[in-house]
């Protein structure tokens, strides 16, 4: 068996690199295609990939990369990067948003970021903002050493973290490394199930 690769932070000028594994890796995801009404374009996607790779960068938001960009984590912590964007930013994205789910996707976006808003964990915590894996590359452990890496930091601190899932398999994952459901949800009746994850602080 293939050992994990190592992991290691993240540069500023791999975005549109990361970009790319992040767009293969949610191409189908249930949320984006919900959102989008169809699979994901990974054109588009990368497009919106880059920009939230960029914006979390600026805010302080930690990038973890697995190897030579085999996987990618973006985490906000507590003080830092906002575990959701803020009004100003979104307005900023908007034209962003609309190429990556298209206008009729813009209320579908809002009525998610409701959803998510009312089951987010308020006391401080990191936030794990996206993780995905090149589709050639998942099942090997990219994954689990991603977390592994940033949750032994976490551990440290003391603080939970927490993420949200709208892939069922990845549930068992994160539960795997200790995070516990705390609700499930839909942004609509049509939508799909989402899940919130919380992860205890550990000492």
């Avoid at 920009?51 to 984590?73: E, F, I, M, P, Y």
């Avoid at 912590?77 to 979104?90: F, H, R, V």
Wanted: charged fraction near 20%; hydrophobic fraction near 50%; aromatic fraction near 8%.
């Amino acid at each position: 068996m293939i050992a994990p690769p190592a992991v290691r932070p993240g540069r500023p000028d791999e975005a549109d690199g990361l970009a790319c594994v992040l767009s293969a890796a949610f191409h189908d995801d249930p949320a984006f295609t919900w959102l989008r009404g169809r699979v994901g374009d990974l054109l588009t996607l990368r497009g919106f990939f880059r920009a939230l790779l960029r914006l979390a960068a600026s805010a302080g938001g930690a990038l973890d990369v697995a190897g030579d960009r085999l996987g990618v984590a973006v985490w906000a912590p507590p003080a830092g990067a906002p575990a959701q964007l803020s009004t100003w930013d979104e307005l900023r994205l908007i034209p962003v948003f609309v190429d990556a789910v298209g206008w009729s996707g813009l209320g579908r976006m809002r009525r998610m970021r409701a959803a998510m808003d009312v089951h987010h964990i308020s006391e401080p915590h990191w936030y794990l903002m996206f993780l995905g894996v090149d589709p050639a590359h998942q099942g090997q452990g990219c994954g689990s050493r991603l977390l592994t890496t940033r949750l032994a930091g976490i551990d440290a601190s003391g603080l939970p973290a927490y993420l949200e899932t709208a892939t069922a398999r990845n549930v068992g994952l994160y539960a795997r490394h200790g995070f516990e459901v705390i609700a499930e949800f839909r942004a609509a009746p049509e939508a799909p199930i989402m899940w919130a994850m919380r992860r205890p602080g550990r000492m």
